[in-house]
Each structure stands twice: as structure tokens, then as C-alpha cells.
């Protein structure tokens, strides 16, 4: 059975129209807010001296109380990641209004589920009590979470009014970079011993009102904590309560380590489909547990991530963002785009008189730019790709630059071949035929070189590959297929 993009992500397309149905809601609801506050406005600035001053108060009281429960209504009803949804979909000024709406105790969720600049211009709007109760709501893995975001006023009285048990729960976790496993990890694992009974084991589970989310199976530690095995659920409910943990718990399928890169946490849970996995340090004592959801979470941020940084962004934007703030997030990489722009153009410039001699090479060089950069492009996407996925090594550059370079040659000779006829036909010239052949299948694979070599050079400095890779690789498509064009044109058709 096959899935779509969204499904196999876990938001099926009927998920994403019911939340676009509230947002349209919503929005509508708003758009009469203003229209009636507008309306009431209005009639008050045009009626007469001391005929009622204040009935287009009341009206405009009542109507706004009115439309202020119909949003509670609507917002209580929404789960909080559609809130953040609704939130992220909305200008500032609407996005404050419909946050004072939303009940304080769901604070803290909805923050945990929008996005960082959102996040941001919610915090803002909010006095340290309001964020202190926010907090207070979550767990330490998700306090660890918000706590870059919060003032450290308010994080100072949040340790304060925890207990010693998850205070140093929240000292672990936010003692963790953002890539590290133990900044993924939850400290809600379920811990049983090896020698009970499967009885003794559900009669402690009974003791919970609910288990914890995506709990498929316990963890059989010693009594110093280190990890033994691990008891699948289904297992559980299905063998004599009278077995013992010991006879019925199984190796875990992986061990995760704190402080290894997420990436290899979600490589593992991609390749044995799991839903939790065990989390150790170095004496293989269990600390906690990693799920689905959060490996989910890391995945989609991290290739938001990499679709922003290809396209030179330095982070993710607020699209109602000021426009200092989305200035301040662009400038960057287009001032390197300006200036691999302005050494393109100095190239073209080197051949002027040849560009007067023979005018079709104007109408020619964009063609070898183009599909320069879009080869690269399509090469670098491939390398990132195998690099985010563990599958490429620095050791193996010198064999994919060969293989990259054959398929840049095979392309070149063929879609240059096709260019260089159209050429011919269009302006009855062979050499110049010839000469589109020979650009196209040298840019080409140039393009190839450096569609392997700019990534490999962003791992070697410890960099993200897929930062700024797009201009990169456009900037060297553009000057490299300019001169190889225009310097063979000149050499053989102008010279």
C-alpha cells in the first residue's frame, strides 16, 4: 500500500484540511471582529451630540464578548499543534489577540509546537508569572526545550519550583547541544527488574492512570540502573503472568548513547522501525528514552533546515516577520550572490568585442549557464542528501567525482549535441555548432567537480553541506560556463 510525502510523515492530507477548515474559521471570525468594531466606530464619530454616547459601546461590548467565545470555543476544541498552526498562519496583531484567547494552562504545549520566531513573538507578549505557569506545565525534556527562548528570570524561578528529582532532570537535558541524542531523549522510561513475575509487572503498570505516549515496551535494568534487555508490551499481555521478566525480555534491537549525534538515533529508528529506544551513558546505566515523535520532530526541523540554508537563508523566518528582522536574515548570502554576480559580469566583459563580432553567443551563453547549475545543483542535492544519511565519506570523493564527471561527460555529449544542431540550424554555423558541444559538456562537468567538492569542503570545516550550496554552486556554474563558452568562441570562431 502506498503512502504520500505527508502520510508517511504522520499528517494525512484529511489531518491538513481540517486544520486549513479552522484556520479559514478563524480568520473569518477576526475579519468580523474588525468589520463590526469598524462599523460601531464609525457610527459613533457621525452621530449627533448626547444622542446616546454610549449604545455603540454596548453594541460593539456585546458583539466583541460574542465573538470572543466563539473563537474559545473554536480554540478549545483545536489540538495544540493546530493552535500553533492557526498561530504561525496569522499577522501580529491577530496572533496576540487569538493567544490571550487560548487558556493558560495549554500555554506551554502550543509553545513547544510553533516555530522558533513565532515562539519569539509569543514570549515577548507575555509577563515572567505567565511563562513561569507555562513552564511549570511540561516536563523537563520540554522545559529544556523552551529554556533558550525564556528570560532567565523566568528560568531561575522555574528550577526553584520544581522538585530535586526533575530539577536535575532538567539539568541533563539541557546540558545537551540541539544535535546530541540526549537532547531528543524524555525521561518517562518505564523500569522493571528481571526477577519478578509478568504479574508483579501489570500490577505496577495498573498503578498509572495512563502510560506514558508510545510506549511499546519496558525497560529490564539491575539494581544499579544498567540496562539488561527490554520487555515488549505485546509480549507483556500475551505470555502467563506467572513467566518471569527474566524468561520473556529480549536484547534491544539498539542502545542509544546521550551524547552521539541525533542523526544516528534517527538513521537507527528509520532502519528498524521502531517506536522508543533506550538511552545509556558510557557505564550503560539507562538515563531515558527516545520515541518516534521526537525523532519525527528532529527529522522535519532538520530538513527545513537544510531547504533554508541551500537557499542562503541563515535561519527559519516568521513570514510576518519585521522587515528589519527578514532583512537581517537575507543580507548575508546575497551579498555573496551580488558579488559572484558582479564576477560573472566581468567575465562576460573580458569578451565584449567577441559578443560584437558574433551576437547569436549572447543569445547562446545563458543556455550553458543554465543547465550548468541545474546539474550541479541536481549533484549536490545527491551528496547531502548521502551525507545526512550516514552514506558518504570523505574517502570515497575521488570515486564519485569519476563517476560524476562520466555522467556529466554522457549528458554533455548528448544534450549538448542536441543544442549544437539547434545551433547550426538557427544560424547556418557549424564551428559554432561544435563550439555549443564542447561548452556544454565542459561546464557540465565542472559542474560534477564541484557539486562534490563544495559539500565535501563544508564537512571538512565541520559545516552544514547544504549551507549556501545552491549559491555556490550557481556562482561557479555561471563564471565557469561564461568563460569555457565565450573563451572557446573566441578562440575558434572570432581569433
Keep these: 500500500m502506498s503512502e504520500t510525502l505527508e502520510e508517511a510523515a504522520g499528517e ?17 471570525l477576526l475579519r468580523k471582529h474588525r468589520l463590526v ?19 455603540g459601546g454596548l453594541v460593539e461590548s456585546l458583539v466583541t464578548r460574542q465573538n470572543k467565545a466563539q473563537l474559545q470555543r473554536k480554540l478549545d476544541r483545536l ?6 498552526y492557526v498561530l504561525e498562519a496569522l ?34 507578549s507575555m509577563d515572567t508569572e505567565e511563562l513561569v505557569a507555562a513552564a511549570e506545565t511540561l516536563d523537563a525534556d520540554e522545559i529544556a526545550e523552551l529554556a533558550p527562548d525564556l528570560p532567565q528570570e523566568v528560568m531561575d524561578d522555574v528550577f526553584s519550583s520544581l522538585p530535586v528529582e526533575e530539577r536535575e532532570q532538567l539539568r541533563a537535558a539541557m546540558s545537551f547541544d540541539d544535535d546530541m ?56 499481555i500475551v505470555t502467563d503472568p506467572d513467566a518471569l521478566v527474566a524468561d520473556v525480555m529480549q536484547p534491544p534491537v539498539v542502545k542509544l548513547q546521550q551524547h552521539e549525534k541525533a542523526d544516528e538515533a534517527a538513521s537507527a529508528f528509520e532502519r528498524y522501525d521502531l517506536v522508543s529506544a533506550p538511552v545509556v551513558d558510557t557505564n550503560d546505566k539507562l538515563v531515558g528514552r527516545v520515541t518516534v515523535d521526537e525523532v519525527l520532530d528532529f527529522v522535519r526541523a532538520r530538513g527545513e533546515e537544510d531547504v533554508l540554508q541551500q537557499a542562503g537563508l541563515r535561519e527559519e523566518e516568521d513570514v510576518f516577520a519585521s522587515v528589519w528582522k527578514s532583512f537581517q536574515n537575507r543580507w548575508a548570502w546575497l551579498a555573496i550572490n551580488l558579488v559572484t554576480a558582479f564576477i560573472a ?16 553567443l549572447a543569445a547562446l551563453m545563458p543556455i550553458v549557464a543554465g543547465i550548468g547549475g541545474n546539474s550541479g545543483n541536481q549533484t549536490i542535492t545527491m551528496i547531502v542528501r548521502a551525507a545526512a544519511l550516514g552514506q558518504f565519506a570523505r574517502e570515497h570523493a575521488h570515486a564519485l567525482i569519476r563517476k560524476e564527471i562520466v555522467v556529466a561527460l554522457i549528458n554533455g555529449l548528448v544534450w549538448g549535441g542536441v543544442m549544437g544542431l539547434v ?30 567538492l563544495i559539500p565535501m569542503t563544508m564537512l571538512k570545516f565541520g559545516r552544514d553541506p547544504a549551507l549556501g550550496s545552491s549559491v555556490l554552486i550557481t556562482a561557479v556554474t555561471d563564471s565557469g560556463g561564461f568563460f ?12
Design 12 to 28: 494525512r492530507p484529511e489531518a491538513r484540511e481540517r486544520v486549513q477548515d479552522a484556520l479559514a474559521e478563524i480568520t473569518a
Design 37 to 55: 468594531e469598524g462599523l460601531v466606530h464609525e457610527q459613533l464619530e457621525h452621530a449627533p451630540v448626547g444622542d446616546h454616547p454610549d449604545r
Design 79 to 84: 489540538h495544540p499543534a493546530d493552535i500553533a
Design 91 to 124: 499577522p501580529l496583531d491577530e496572533r496576540l489577540y487569538i493567544w490571550d484567547l487560548v487558556k493558560a494552562d495549554r500555554d506551554g504545549e502550543i509553545l513547544l509546537e510553533v516555530s522558533e520566531p513565532v515562539r519569539e513573538s509569543l514570549i515577548s
Design 181 to 236: 541524542v540526549g537532547a531528543l531523549m524524555d525521561f518517562e522510561d518505564l523500569q522493571v527488574r528481571a526477577d519478578v513475575t509478568l504479574e508483579v509487572v501489570l500490577r505496577y503498570l495498573r498503578r498509572f492512570d495512563e502510560l506514558p505516549s508510545q510506549t511499546d515496551q519496558l525497560f529490564v535494568v539491575d539494581r544499579d540502573e544498567r540496562l539488561l534487555g527490554v520487555l515488549p508490551v505485546n509480549k507483556l
Design 345 to 360: 559580469s566581468r567575465v562576460i566583459g573580458v569578451f565584449e568585442g567577441s559578443i560584437e563580432k558574433l551576437v547569436a
Design 423 to 452: 545551433a547550426m540550424l538557427l544560424y547556418k554555423d557549424v564551428p559554432l555548432g561544435l563550439v555549443m558541444v564542447l561548452a556544454m559538456t565542459l561546464n557540465l562537468m565542472l559542474a560534477a567537480s564541484m557539486g562534490v
Design 484 to 495: 569555457i563558452f565565450l573563451g572557446l568562441a573566441t578562440l575558434f570562431l572570432i581569433a
